[in-house]
């Protein structure tokens, strides 16, 4: 694969992970390599190159996409010694194998709502920063229950923050959608703060989506219990400085200055600083999911 | 031409300021009416009188219906639909999207087929690591082709048809055959010379694995509204009503200005639409670029200056109906190449009648000369037709740069390719009507 496709492809996830979550890029990854299974043409003995170029390029992409390269091992650990020299029969492996992988992560989807909702007392004030289909679906089950809740949704890149304000707004959930730079004077209102991450590291740190350390700040200071919402996928073995998190620096001209900037795709939030870890087997407090973790 | 100095003068620098953008090309043929007004080369009463009412409300009519329709979000429903169906094979999507982009030009209005269209193109190619820009020339060149066919697909046409009297049918049954196959041409041409760039994908695992993510994103950018089945059913049926009344114009002897405007209306009492808000989508600069224009010229011909240009400049070359078609045809197609083809429509129409006066030829083939060559004219150049200029800034948008030359390498052999097929189609029209 060229650098310039393998870019390009990078791009495509960090595009979908700001649209839909981690959760839904992973989703939306597995889905799209079955169809192109589906889709290709070739011989058998081309299958088996073809399909290790593809997995190792998912595995690396930048940042990595934890839930995505947990079940990508695990299919490659599948289809060990399955390629055959029936191509149509390897493709039905292959496509039976992702399957099993979505319905996997469909059934982990399910299974965060029902540890979301425990989450969500009456009459909460709920920050919500990031685009995380967990926690999308929670607020969506909880005010169809009938909770009666406000969310506060932290307004950044609009592509970033679209769907979450479409959801409240066709849901009508009570909401209200305020700048990420304003958060400090509605703190006193909020009672709990509802983050997404893409990956939680053995070295004590969660990827999450960038500008959410600094909300996480200002949240801790203020004793705003946060939630980060983070399925068994998210934990990853390896340090936060192997996640490549993506670096970019652009020129840009503005009102007559010229500069260079340099920006990151996600940031890193301190495990300290998180209350409860929301999984779905359940809600784990701080001093717990450090011993059970061994973070 | 006793006193036609003075408008003469006041046309040619309308002309000018409007070929090299001085000033809005609408205040600039307003200005001119209104110098005129000012030193009593023509009255007011005479003035308005000299406005062709039927193209205004063709063009007020069919701008009303697509800024409803385009508010159902279908146009952009459909251009995902097929950017779905291309699976990511390059030739698909020049194929596919040029056949969306031929007969959505058709039946709207160029610039809003190509502002549908080339940001999805642009989207998909270069997710591809396609170059875009050959795709996007291709969609502004295509619209301007499929414009072609129709009545109302073009604005040369839409004055033609209302100046002259043709119907919807004439012009469908008349340039269809041409059209369809200068659309074929056109195609095959972008084919041949780039077949490199039209390899398919499906053996390469990761490029389809792209396509899919990419498709994703595509679904996820630009279905951004729901689509409102209600109002989608009426805006559609309002669109299938215009079609037929103009279809059937020869039957119900509706004119097709009145069919626009009275579906426009229809529509807009069925929708109940915002009308305030619908207005400011209404192009009033063109309405008003049209109707100065009309006034312009119709002082030139009140002062006899177009029968003079008639005699001494297109009747020069001869009597031979073939010499006279083809020159309508090729003068047309270069001169809209470089200045808007609507003020040189405007102005031709005066001259062909004259001609036709002096030189009967069957069949209406002048006509058809005329809009083949203003209309696919447009893809001379770059600033040949707004849909041209539009794609080439929508591909600024977002850092795809055309250059002039560029858009030129790729649209003046194309052009060229359509005034053949479109010469020889005349030529056998004429011989077959002779």
Redesign the interface.
Known sequence: ??E??RQ??FK??R??GD??GTHGTTQ??L???R???Q????SAGKLEP??T??VE?IKNTEPQVTPLVHLIEDFEKEMTGQYSDDCQATKNKIVGALTSKIDRLKTIGEQMVVSGLKCIDRYDVIIVYSTSASIRDTLVQANKIGKPFEVLILKQDFTKT?KLIWTAHGENIDHQVIPEYNLSNFIVKANKFFLGTISITPDHRAVCPLGAAEVVGLCHLNKIPIYLFANSLKFSHKPSSAHRIHEKHENRTEGHTSYSMTIHSHCLVDLDHVDFIVREDGIIPREEFKKQFKL | MEGALLPIIIFLLVYVAISLELVNKAVAALFGVMVLLILHVVHEREAIAFIDTETIMLLLGMMTIVAILRRTGVFTMLSVRIAELTKGSPLKILIFFSVVTALLSAFLDNVTTVLIIIPIVIELTTGMGLDPKLYVISQAVISNIGGTATLIGDPPNIIIGSKVGLTFNAFVLNLGLPVAVCFAGGLLYLWMTNREKFRPIDTNLAKLFSVQLLLEKIRNEFLTTKIDRVFLTKGLSCLALAILLFVTQTITGMSPGVVALTVAMLLIMLTNVDVEHLMEEIEWTTLLFFSGLFILVGVLEEKHVLEWIAHNVFLRVGDNPYVIVLMVLWVSGIVSGFLDNIPFTITMIPIVKLMLESHPIPNDILWWALSLGACLGGNLTMIGASANIVSVGMAKRHNVNISFLEFMKVSAVITLITLVVASIFLSVYLWVSL
């Open positions: 694969m060229k310039i496709d390009n492809l495509l996830f595009d979908h649209v839909l939306v990854a889905e799209s390599f169809r192109s299974i889709d290709l043409r070739c073809l399909v170029e593809l390029t679209r």
